[in-house]
């Protein structure tokens, strides 16, 4: 399937297996224990339970997600769960963002819409609107709402539809605005452009392995993924953001040269496996999807720097 010129994969247009299904089953499992921990407040941490689950998933690592689970169990406690809000329709949703007492309400917005409007419907709508923060709590807004549109985008299922009720929640509470957009900035391609963002963060990060610097290449992979679900204006608007974040976060960064094609080491999605590390396995995973989109050598160095670092 192409979207804006881009050929992606999707598993709707796959026939449904025994394994298929048992493969849902295995992260639907995931997602309700993991989806609604989370680390005692106040705490600068985010759940990343159930953003590596779903990369696991997504690695086809269904045997080890259980472990996974049974780790993050041991060192989180139960989130606050979602209540319903009594904002009047029409409200003024700009004045309630960024303000994370209304983490309850907003999720209870979010699950309301998603079961009366489809979650393709309220991506549509909120994404545009929350990614003016797309850098808030360092993209992973964006980045836990674009595994949970990937999960579903496998299966429509209530496990699903909660983690994203549970991420757009967070990431509008979290939300606060970013950099200014240089709005006369082209982008014919929002995907592509996207993806070429990504490339260059992954060659920074070879350069820098920082934790700031590996967010921006799964930030850039998230916002590719959710472009594709986008209005063609919203879809360009949002990698124009992008843009504008990573002027800001490699630009004392010097990205390695990209020569030839790149090639990927099946050791790497191995050794993330085995770290218990969510960042090691969500970049990982971005880095193997944006080496096949792209062939850029960035991705596969990357994938080698995260999982060799001892830091």
């Keep these: 399937m192409a979207r804006n010129g881009v050929k992606v994969d999707t598993v709707a247009e796959v026939v449904e297996t025994p394994m298929l299904r048992s493969s849902i089953a295995v992260l639907d499992d995931a997602l309700d224990r993991v989806s609604a921990l989370d680390f005692e407040i106040p705490n600068p941490f985010v759940n990343h339970a159930p953003m590596a689950c779903e990369a696991l998933a997504a690695l086809g690592l269904d045997s080890v997600i259980d472990e996974w689970v049974e780790r993050y169990e041991t060192l989180m406690g139960e989130a606050v769960p979602p209540i319903t809000p009594s904002w009047a329709p029409g409200f003024d949703w700009k004045e309630l963002l960024g303000d994370y007492r209304l983490l309850p309400e907003w999720m209870g917005y979010f699950g309301q819409a998603v079961d009366e409007e489809g ?20 993209f992973h807004g964006v980045i836990r709402t674009s595994h949970a549109v990937r999960a579903l985008e496998v299966a429509d299922t209530e496990a699903r539809r909660a983690e994203l009720t549970r991420a757009l929640g967070n990431w509008a509470v979290w939300f606060a605005p970013g950099q200014p957009v240089d709005e006369g900035a082209g982008c014919d391609d929002p995907q592509r452009s996207a993806l070429h963002a990504a490339a260059h963060g992954a060659r920074c990060y070879v350069a820098d392995p920082s934790i700031f610097n590996l967010h921006g290449v799964t ?7 959710l472009a594709g679900h986008l209005a063609p204006p919203d879809a360009r608007a949002a990698v124009i953001q992008l843009q504008a974040e990573h002027r800001t976060l490699y630009r004392d960064v010097t990205p390695i040269a990209a020569a030839g094609e790149g090639y990927w080491n099946d050791q790497t999605v191995r050794d993330a496996s085995k770290s218990y590390d969510a960042h090691q396995i969500k970049l990982v995973e971005a880095c193997m999807g944006g080496l096949r989109l792209t062939g850029d050598p960035g991705f596969s160095r990357a994938a080698e720097m995260v999982t060799s670092s001892t830091d």
Excluded: C, D, K, S
Aim: aromatic content about 8%; proline content about 7%; cysteine-free.
């Design 119 to 138: 979650w393709q419907a309220v991506i549509e709508v909120w994404v545009p609107r929350l990614m003016p923060g797309l850098v808030a709590a360092l």
């Design 219 to 225: 930030g850039a992979m998230a916002v590719h993924l």
